[in-house]
């Protein structure tokens, strides 16, 4: 059996969504899974294991001239690349017109068909229309946590639920082997939503506690304005905060590894912390904690959601998740 996810964006939902490549490989025996994923989130599926094929999609970039001749040539490279083989089922995990459109356009086998959400989730994006884009829809709750419904989806899509692999904690196959001595606590503070954001002045007072603890600070970057962030955020820290060049996600993925711990903001990199297995700390500044905060595991929590969460609630959770253990 050869199935195609189509999940383009953002990093966090690529991220909650690994599960399923999981969940197929114990359920499914000898299934090949193909993803297809932005151009940016590439270089990070490639370090999971389990996938056959990924396939960058430069959507967000095309979109911005979609008539120049660049772009119409790599749309029609796109489209070759992805027709190159049938699939048993191509299952869109968007739920958008966008990528309902991208499943569409996948070759199927003779037997094969295409699938997405029958219905919206609270807090989840869903686009009405790709129901009747796509050949089969699969129902699903109105309240459930982001990693739950991407696995239900396959689940029911390929008619495995029964098996009982949903009731198990969701396991990611992402890996990245740390030094012998885990060092460091990283701020994972970017998001591209200004609601997501935790204050300038919380960052800093958190940092000198941890510092007054010994702790070294990991700052990582991904643009101007988390540069700039990151740079106001060492010259007040000063020695014990280590900015981090701008690097690929692959590279974050090992340096995250070997941090003792994450705080971060309802970001990609805090997700990425939890695919990892770290303690982490997800730091909510609106109600969404419920759909996308971590689960199941002492050393990984979150804290806000209702409201902006205070230093306070941050250093209190940080030292339980850490006390908690760091995995092996």
């Known amino acids: 059996m050869r199935v195609l996810i ?4 953002s990093l966090g939902d690529v991220i909650q969504t690994l599960p399923v490549i999981e969940d197929m490989k114990a359920c499914l025996p000898g299934v090949t899974i193909d993803w297809v994923v932005e151009e940016a989130f590439a270089d990070l599926l490639n ?31 796109f489209w070759q690349t992805l027709r ?7 299952i869109d995990f968007q739920g958008l017109i966008k990528s309902a459109r991208i499943a569409r ?44 419904r991407y696995r239900a989806l396959a689940a029911r899509a ?23 001595r885990r060092t460091g606590v990283m701020f994972a503070h970017g998001t591209t939503r200004l609601d997501n954001e935790w204050p300038f002045e919380s960052w800093v007072n958190l940092g000198l506690r941890l510092i007054q603890q010994g702790e070294i ?33 692959s590279d974050v993925l ?22 990892l297995n770290l303690p982490v700390v997800q730091l909510f500044s609106q109600p969404r904690i419920a759909r996308a905060g ?23 959770a940080l030292t339980v998740c850490m006390a908690a253990g760091s995995p092996q």
């Open 6 to 9: 189509v999940k383009l964006s």
């Open 105 to 148: 356009g996948a070759r199927l086998t003779p037997r094969g068909f295409s699938v997405t959400y029958a219905n919206k989730s609270d807090l989840c994006a869903y686009e009405w229309p790709v129901k009747w884009l796509l050949q089969k829809t699969v129902p699903m709750e109105k309240k459930i946590h982001a990693v739950a």
């Open 158 to 180: 390929l008619n495995y639920e029964s098996t009982g692999v949903l009731q198990q904690m969701p396991s990611y196959p992402v890996v990245a082997a740390p030094h012998e």
């Open 294 to 316: 971590p689960v199941g595991a002492s050393h990984q929590c979150a804290v806000g959601g209702d409201h902006v969460p205070s230093v306070d609630e941050a250093y209190q």
């Open 84 to 90: 190159e083989l049938p699939y048993d089922a191509v």
């Open 217 to 249: 600070l990991l700052l990582p970057q991904a643009n101007d304005s988390e540069a700039d962030l990151v740079h106001r955020l060492a010259e007040v820290l000063g020695a014990h905060a280590q900015v981090l060049p701008r690097m690929r996600l």
């Open 47 to 77: 370090q999971a294991n389990g996938l056959a094929r990924v396939i960058p999609c430069a959507e967000r970039r095309w979109r911005k001239s979609p008539l120049r001749r660049e772009t119409r040539r790599e749309w029609a490279q």
């Open 254 to 275: 090992s340096h995250m590894a070997n941090c003792r711990a994450v705080v971060s903001v309802d970001s990609g990199l805090g997700h990425l912390a939890v695919a």
